[in-house]
């Protein structure tokens, strides 16, 4: 089974701190995908990854940043936390090649909270 | 870009009754369209999805749904629900035309009442 772990279940920071919310994913799977999930509004893309150093900006980049080093791990980074990003963040990876055929598996999510 | 069109946020049933969970997105000339579920607490999993060949596209769990291009539509139907299928439901779609990006709706969130 494909497994996708992210780092925290939970995360409570201070606005102004630097946050890093981790994915890894075990099949190597060359797409990656951050999502932010928040009530009425769906999931919302953030970032895309098609290969190791390469990165696509979503419908809501702003405020985040992304690093993938290594084909198993996707990070997201908020550079300064505001209240306004509090949120669950969805990571997703799947098969190679065109990512609108393939299916995108998830990971359990992670919950921020920005005080 | 695509908009995905989930009408109802919330949908309670009895068990054993049926459900449809409906769905509409834009019109465009190639889609490919899916329906995951949220249990609570956890990530999303796939149902099913529709990438071509027959509208009638069986899922997991007993789940199917109905493409319809005319109507721009895709509802996802069970015939008798569980106490486990109380979850949250989110239709997505692919635009061939917009690269990579998937286009979720907001979702549904189906209770199941003993």
């Known amino acids: 089974d494909v497994k996708v772990t992210q780092s925290s279940r939970y995360l409570v920071k201070r606005t102004g701190e630097k946050v890093f919310l981790e994915c890894v994913q075990d099949?190597?799977?060359?797409?990656m995908f951050w999502y932010r999930q928040d009530p009425g509004l769906g999931l919302r893309l953030i970032y895309f990854?098609?290969?190791?150093?390469?990165?696509e900006k979503g419908d809501i980049p702003e405020g985040y940043s992304v690093s993938r080093e290594k084909k198993e791990r996707f990070s997201l980074i908020l550079e300064s936390a505001s209240t306004n990003q509090t949120s669950m963040y969805l990571c997703?990876?799947?098969?190679?090649?065109?990512?609108?055929?393939?299916?995108?598996?998830f990971g359990p999510g992670t919950r921020l909270t920005v005080l | 870009a695509q908009s995905v069109t989930q009408l109802d946020s919330q949908v309670p049933v009895f068990e054993e009754a049926p459900v449809e969970l409906r769905c509409n997105y834009s019109?465009?000339?190639?889609?490919?369209l899916f329906w995951y579920v949220q249990y609570p607490n956890q990530g999303l999993q796939l149902l099913l999805k529709?990438?071509?060949?027959?509208?009638l596209v069986k899922g997991i769990n007993g789940f199917e749904a109905e493409f319809n291009k005319s109507q721009t539509s895709f509802h996802l139907r069970k015939p008798s629900v569980h106490i486990s299928d109380t979850a949250e439901y989110f239709c997505?779609?692919?635009?061939?035309?917009?690269?990579?990006?998937?286009?979720f709706g907001t979702g549904t969130s189906l209770t199941v009442i003993p």
């Open positions: 997703a990876s799947s098969l190679p090649g065109l990512a609108v055929y393939n299916e995108q598996f």
């Open positions: 099949m190597d799977h060359e797409n």
């Open positions: 990854s098609y290969d190791v150093k390469m990165k």
């Open positions: 019109s465009s000339v190639s889609v490919y």
């Open positions: 529709y990438l071509s060949g027959s509208t």
């Open positions: 997505a779609v692919s635009d061939y035309s917009d690269g990579n990006q998937f286009y």
